[in-house]
């Protein structure tokens, strides 16, 4: 079902950036900002790893330095049939973890030094999984995807902008104008709703991450608990790191007011936890 969801969100959005780069900017205006776009993300989806560690605090620890988080994310990425993926460490008391890295061969969980005390072992091993299921998944590609397409619609609508203060507002294939009006109107509703459709992208690969880590593991309650500490914790003590990584982390890690989860880069915690019960239950029955 996340799967079948993600798709047709990938779908809408490109369809709403063939839309819009024929209104605001032709095909040739469409294919330059798609062709910026592709560049930039690309480059962000490469050196995506350690890009994330860095603007995290992440610090890259070895098998000496912590031996039982190694073991375990080893005994997971095995379960998972996965490459064993490097492993960081945040210095930080609140608890979180994420993970990154352009495919499995070059994947890297972190986590806080926070997560690593507050929960037990079984529960660290379900967010653990849980990581690894975005890795499984290949969320950090889906996401790349979503972001480029997200960004070319952006940057048609600047485009677009620019052309109407110097009085060059058209499409470039014909001569036909647009009506002012609209061209406005959408210079400031498509960004808006590429960015919905991109962060619905964003809480449905973690609704799948949650499903996969749970299969990894094989102990959905154990993630449900992990969230409901994590939750608590996060809201007293949310970690100070910067919004552009906030959306690889397990929860939240800073707070803010959003209009119905509409700009939320995580599902609700509540309903995560719902989920992931109503398979335990399922397993049981």
């Known amino acids: 079902m996340n799967t079948l969801k993600t798709t047709i969100l990938l779908a809408t959005l490109t369809a709403l950036f063939v839309i819009v780069g024929n209104i605001l900017g032709g ?10 776009a592709i560049i930039m993300n690309l480059g962000a989806y490469w050196f995506s790893g350690d890009v994330a560690l860095r603007m995290a605090g ?25 490459p064993k993926p490097r492993v960081a460490i945040i210095d930080s008391p609140s608890p979180n973890a994420f993970a990154t890295g352009r495919d499995a061969n ?12 507050l929960l037990s072992r ?52 014909d001569d036909d104008g647009m009506n002012p009006l609209a061209a406005l109107a959408m210079i400031v509703l498509a960004p808006l709703a590429a960015t919905v459709i991109h962060l619905a ?33 996060t809201s007293m003590r949310p970690l100070q790191v910067n919004p552009a990584v906030s959306s690889l982390f397990i929860v939240n890690p800073l707070r803010g007011v959003n209009l119905g989860g509409l700009f939320s880069t995580h599902p609700p915690i509540e309903e995560r936890i719902r989920r992931l019960r109503t398979m335990e239950l399922r397993a049981l029955n």
């Not at 969980?109 to 690593?116: K, Q, S, Y």
């Open 27 to 36: 095909t040739s205006g469409m294919v330059i900002a798609f062709f910026f």
């Open 201 to 233: 992208i964003s809480r449905s690969r973690e609704y799948g991450a949650d499903d996969t880590g749970a299969r990894i593991h094989g102990n959905p309650e154990s993630l449900a608990r992990a969230l409901e500490k994590l939750e608590t914790a």
């Open 58 to 82: 992440a610090r890259e620890v070895s098998p000496e330095e912590a031996p039982q988080l190694h073991q375990l994310i080893d005994e997971l990425a095995t379960y998972a049939r996965l």
């Open 106 to 117: 070059h994947a890297v969980v972190a986590v806080t030094t926070g997560i690593v005390s």
């Open 122 to 173: 079984d529960e660290l091993a379900g967010v653990l999984a849980h990581e690894l299921g975005h890795v499984r998944n290949h969320d950090i590609l889906i996401s790349s995807v979503a972001a480029t397409i997200a960004g070319a619609i952006t940057m048609l609508a600047h485009m677009a902008q620019w052309a109407m203060i110097f009085g060059g507002m058209g499409r470039s294939d």
